[in-house]
């Protein structure tokens, strides 16, 4: 017992100075040849820039973290992949505590856990700030990841697979009532929820299947602008989902909802009784070959749900998505201020249960504009009345192959350069022939669209880069709030093959922009770019977290 008391003193304080890796097992001690520390023991002991490993083996219970790392020094909280298993041994509907509960910490990574019966939640985080939640694979659970707290700010959760409901009996073979509030409402969760969280929620590259709703944050009581803010939803795989994907309550300010992938669900884009503004749907694609539900249930569907009273957001801009549908794409209910063009729809064959028409029974609003839209089914009456449309094209858009999710144009498509030039967010269109490909594809990319831009004050926001491309030997990266200009230049380092070059940016509000032309450069060959000390115009200095690209650093 006294070795046991040294050692682990030694490792605490060589931990303590060296930021050394602690490992931990189900109960600590000599394990796998290793010592280590129990879990709870871990976090106690936890500092900025720790690094506490699961090792493999199964976890069960719950713990409790109350120590924060520092700015780009998280404290990082690493499983094993498959082989760290947290099994919760509760059957849904069972009550019982996370396995990991977060209070008043910030800048903390949990990542590459495997996860099971943990109901209702694995992780829950009040009044955090720069959390990560990532590359986890999860059965079960009604709230994956819930968060709360009017203090939380900047959550990432990314690149998680998260299985609800792995028997499928959810998609068809309960009821949608049994689900909502019934018997098995105990499934009615998300991967994350939120409940009067001030905002700043990236949610990316997660696989979301069987599962009642994807992401749902509520703000209940909030006001437009105070909770709910700058949520970044992209490049998502939402599959066999019984109710909505996405579904913000009560509040959604600045949200940016791109490149996303949905296959089978039920109401794709539920935004009802919401206030709020600035609402970017683009560069999605969808599309439906299943029935779900029960005979006679609630199972119509449709890709947006609005209803008949408000509050309603200010604006929705909603382009550049390539739906194949069996359902409507509104139906019974309206919005207000709602944008819609260059989208591509084609309904597929009409039945009696699916009544597959353009808006439905909706009401036409006086802040509609809808434009270069083109659908196989004829456009609303109330569109082409009130001088909407005028650039609409009927007919079929002739995907390559909808039914397995290639939603690229055929050379025949009178979708090819049919679409409307469109500056938005300080972005213009761009394309390659005449004009934009209607639909989600320019040629065989996805439509870029604009990059995010933080919005408001009521928190303070790092610059993130949230924007990388590369094109005629330049690399300009976007961030979400414009920099501070101290220098009309300023030197970056490229890292290619192993040689540092020494290049010129220049800054420009929201970019930077980096001068590749005397370099033999390529993007493929690039290894890393380290940036000076850069700060916004807020004063606060860049920050790597939740970067678009992993290759960036930072001068020491």
Known sequence: MEKHLIFLSFFILSWAWAEETIYVSPEGGVYQDRQTLAPQEALDHALPGSTIVFLPGEYSGHFSLSKSGQVDRPIRILGSGQKAIFNGKLKGGETGEPAFFLSSVQWIEIEGFSVKNYWPYFIRAKDCRYITFRKSYIEGAKRVFSASGEKSHHFLIEDNVWDQDPSGKMWNGLSWEELHHGEYGHYNGALFAAKNILGSVIFRRNVIRHAYNGIRPTARGRKRDEGNLNFEIYENLFQRIRDNPIEPEQVATNWWIHHNTIHNAHAWFSITNVAGSDIYIFSNIGWNDES???????????????????????????????????????????????????????????????????????????GYSFDYDLSNSPFDSGLRENGQEKHGIQGAAHFLNPKEGDFRLDLKSAAIDKGRVTSLVGWKSEFTGKAPDIGAFEGEKRFNGPTFRFWGNLYPERPRIVGFRVQAKQIKLSFSVPLKKEKSEVLCTLIQEGKEHSLKGKISGYHLTIDCSDLDFEKDRMEKILLPTLKGENGLPVTLWASVIDKIGVKD
Do not use: M
């Open 292 to 366: 779900y539900g029960l005979p006679g249930d609630h199972s119509a569907g449709r890709v947006f749900k609005f209803n008949n009273q408000g509050p309603f957001p200010d604006s929705i801009y909603v382009f550049h998505n390539s739906w194949y549908l069996r359902q409507n794409l509104i139906d019974h209910d309206y919005t207000t201020s709602l944008s819609h063009w260059n989208n591509a729809i084609e309904f597929q064959t009409v039945s009696p249960l699916f009544k597959c028409t353009f808006l439905g029974r909706t009401k036409y609003q006086k």
